[in-house]
């Protein structure tokens, strides 16, 4: 079971589209914070992965460290392979914080919404003013010590504009990995979306450069649609599992399906038990989808995250209803991701074919292992599908490998 440590409801910024609701100063207590690692490791899986959470973790620095040498300890005592992370806001990061982060094998996910501009449309300190020199700090103290980490980016209707130029700066100060993440509660207009797709699309044009110049980068809301191409469809462990093979404890010690649904800890309908007594997932935490009657004839349905239910929740309230900026977003990222990978295979940029053909032969899940076609539409109506020639390159590739 991969089980999320929600270490404190407290944070020290006011993000305008955070989703934790009320900030207050209630942290987990090491006793909870030793059952929710007990439970990680309770069904005796091979791979434990243990995330730390808020508010803003790093406000629990104390317990964060316990609970990542106490998690290393079991890991040790059961020959478990152990992956940890921590999603930050990064403004108390410093050198010794980082290097202790480094030594326990903690993973760090950077909250930066990308340039001055874009930063500060949304991600203010808790009292006012701007958080961004502070977060900056942050991402060059990891930057320079080497320490494993990517960035995360919120895109909102007021910073879609700067999507390009802050995925541009991000990789110019050394980040390896950038996540975009996009607001689903929030209103898109079309002069939103039309900012948000020229972004992309100058996005993708940065990370041709890199990749040519020799140097890999990760967009991951490219290298999603590019690696389930690849793969040939999202495999199982692509998709959303929500409350099935992970869960979020809450300070309290109360289970949620996801930390995005932790919120104030205030809603029992969400609640699904509470470390003291839970014993196990018993079926789907929620429906998921989506159900939505579009979604059947989409030739994008064999890649679409619209599987994820708390996207989906935040755009239509419903876990199984997926909304129209969702869609807008996994069919335009799908077709400027194939566009760069044609581009990039047409040239046969070396960087390339190692980063994502490499990575899935590599792959624990074999690339014909996806979900059936009875759950995907079948790729053989739209142009949208890949013509990089990920299935039929797959098996040259193989030979090469």
Known sequence: ??????????????????????????????????????????????????????????????????????????????????????????????????????????????????VREAHDSGRPRAGGGSSFDQVASGLDVLVRRGTPFETISVVTPQNAHLVGESVAWLFAQGVPRVGLNPCYEAAFDDAALAAWERGLTQAAETVAGHFRSGRVVSLTTFDNKILAAVKGGLSAGDRCSLGTRSVAVAPSGNLYACERLVGEDDDASLVLGHVDDWAGPAGEACARGPVNPECEPCGERWRCSSHCACANRAETGRTDVAGGTQCWHERTTARIADQLAETLWAEQNLAFLAWFYGRAAASETPANDAPERTQREPRRDVGSVPRHAPVTARKRLVVVR
């Open 1 to 114: 079971m991969d089980v999320t440590l929600v270490l404190t409801h407290d944070c020290n910024l006011g993000c305008a589209y955070c989703y934790a609701g009320a900030k207050f100063q209630k942290r987990m207590t090491r006793e909870t914070a030793s059952r929710a690692l007990a439970l990680a490791f309770a069904d005796g899986a091979p791979r434990v992965q243990i995330s730390f959470f808020g508010g803003e973790p790093l406000l629990a620095w104390d317990e964060l460290v316990r609970s990542a040498e106490e998690a290393r300890s079991l890991a040790a005592a059961r020959d478990v392979a152990l992956t940890m992370s921590v999603t930050t806001n990064g403004t108390l990061l410093d050198d010794a914080r980082a290097a202790a982060l480094d030594a326990l094998g903690v993973y760090v996910a950077l909250s930066i919404d990308g």
